[in-house]
């Protein structure tokens, strides 16, 4: 069975950093591609980052690049997610999820296209 588990949301003030991680039970981390989506109050979930089986590439959301880093250790199974210089309008439920991946380059951000997700996390960015 798999289980991913976020934790490191919380409240911060704007500017602020938090970093949320994303462990991976029951399967091999490195066989899979990761995401981490968000959820506002009143939208639809969106994609934020993800990366490749082996963390090689990476891929942001225009509204994130430049603040936010994806990362993984394939060995402890777990992937993170850095945001810096946080705004209001970052508050939502943070959720990672795995896609199984065949090609270790592969980064996707199709929210379709993700076999595994995580119950989330309340980021909340006050201003």
């Known amino acids: 069975q798999v289980q991913l588990v976020e934790s490191g949301g919380g409240s911060v003030q704007a500017g602020g950093s938090l970093r949320l991680s994303c462990t991976v039970r029951g399967r091999i981390l490195s066989n899979y591609a990761m995401g981490w989506f968000r959820q506002a109050p009143g939208k639809e979930r969106e994609f934020v980052a993800g990366?490749?089986?082996?963390?090689?590439?990476?891929y942001y959301a225009d509204s994130v690049k430049g603040r936010f880093t994806i990362s993984r250790d394939n060995v402890k199974n777990t992937v993170n997610l850095q945001m810096n210089s946080l705004k209001p309008e970052d508050t939502a439920v943070y959720s990672c999820?795995?896609?199984?991946?065949?090609?270790?380059?592969?980064?996707?951000?199709?929210?379709?296209?993700?076999?595994?997700w995580g119950p989330g996390t309340q980021v909340t960015v006050s201003s």
């Open positions: 990366d490749s089986r082996t963390g090689t590439r990476t």
């Open positions: 999820a795995a896609k199984f991946s065949g090609s270790i380059m592969a980064v996707t951000n199709t929210e379709a296209e993700y076999n595994y």
